[in-house]
């Protein structure tokens, strides 16, 4: 099954989320955990909207949706209050998101602002040891990054060290969002040799850890650490490198998500664009 969906601003709850990305040719979706003009995390619409959504998932129609951490969380921060509001708010969002079976929850790793990496694994790793819990429903999703400025997680070494310090049963629920801007402009390859990119994600972390895919073309060139998206094709990943991606074996069953610079109407032409060129 190929499930792929982009980013939308939750309308009519989750249930409702889901139809309208059903209109506009796609399959699951991506929304912001809290309204970034501020306020609260963003709950059901009502007792009825998981049950809904539920059963819609639970017949393959639609992937659960990925629920995506605000940018101003830093689990990384070198001011003790930045880390416990980071932890208080990502506890809350994953409790909220229990009612979802399937839920994705991605956040970026953070910023070590000269703390270094190792003082970085350790807050990370404490702080997820503390938020998860045995039998969640939702899995836990480390962003790949950039690697602007102290920005962790460019290296797939960093998410593995990271993943290797939570505690097992919870790691069972610890995987990895692959962003193809942010690993091209990490340093990776992923447009001239995407097969090889993911066979080093592999060795390095295991592919049974990636969940989700961010689907996304650069405005920079191969490791320029800028994180600038770009709209598929315009950019310097080749559209054969995405055709790649949506065709291969490794990333079957796995959603693939657009942050394109897109408004609703962009987005449901690369959805199209992108069902074209799936083969199977
Ligand atoms: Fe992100
Ligand atoms: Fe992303
Ligand atoms: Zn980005």
Redesign the pocket.
Known sequence: MFYVGCFLTKEGGYYGTARKILGMGGNTYQVFTRNPRGGGVLKAAGPEDFRKLNELTASGTVHPPLAHAPYVYNPCAKDEHIREFTRDTMREELEMLDGINGALY?FHPGNHVGQGEEAAFVFISDMLNSIMWEGMNTYVLL?TMAGKGTEMGRTFEELAEIISRVRSPLRDRLGV?L?T??IHDGGYKISEDPQGVLDEFDRVIGIERLRAI?L?DSKNPVGARKDRHEKLGDGYISLEAVKYLINCDDLEGIPFYL?TPNDDEGYAREIALLKEMRTK
């Open positions: 991605n962003e969002c962003d801007c942010h961010h996304n942050e």
